[in-house]
Nanobody
Framework: EVQLVESGGGLVQPGGSLRLSCATSGFTFDDYSIGWFRQAPGKEREGVSC????????YYSDAVKGRFTISSDNAKNTVSLQMNSLKPEDTANYYCAIVPKTSDLGCVQGHYYGMDYWGEGTLVTVSS
């Protein structure tokens, strides 16, 4: 059974940092590309970052480029998202999701549709 479990969310002041983790199990880690997505209240889910297993490339949305960093720990089957210089507009539920690396074009373009499995999400609130 595929499982994706996000952690690390919480309340942080503007300008602060958080590190989200996505612990995975139930599939061959190297065969799937993994993305982070977020959804704010009343807004559509959007792609934040993706790491491609097909060519090792990474994607960042324009909104987070230069502030967020995605990384993968292959020994622990975990993908993390380091978030720095957080802004109130980063407030959202953050989800990790996976898609076979042979079909990861959507992930590396920031599209949420087409992802095969999703975690339950972790809430990030940026507020003073």
């Amino acid at each position: 059974e595929v499982q994706l479990v996000e952690s690390g969310g919480g309340l942080v002041q503007p300008g602060g940092s958080l590190r989200l983790s996505c612990a995975t199990s139930g599939f061959t880690f190297d065969d799937y590309s993994i993305g982070w997505f977020r959804q704010a209240p009343g807004k559509e889910r959007e792609g934040v970052s993706c790491i491609s297993r097909s060519d090792g490339s990474t994607y960042y949305s324009d909104a987070v480029k230069g502030r967020f960093t995605i990384s993968s720990d292959n020994a622990k089957n975990t993908v993390s998202l380091q978030m720095n210089s957080l802004k109130p507009e980063d407030t959202a539920n953050y989800y990790c999701a996976i898609v076979p690396k042979t079909s990861d074009l959507g992930c590396v373009q920031g599209h949420y549709y087409g992802m095969d499995y999703w975690g339950e999400g972790t809430l990030v609130t940026v507020s003073s």
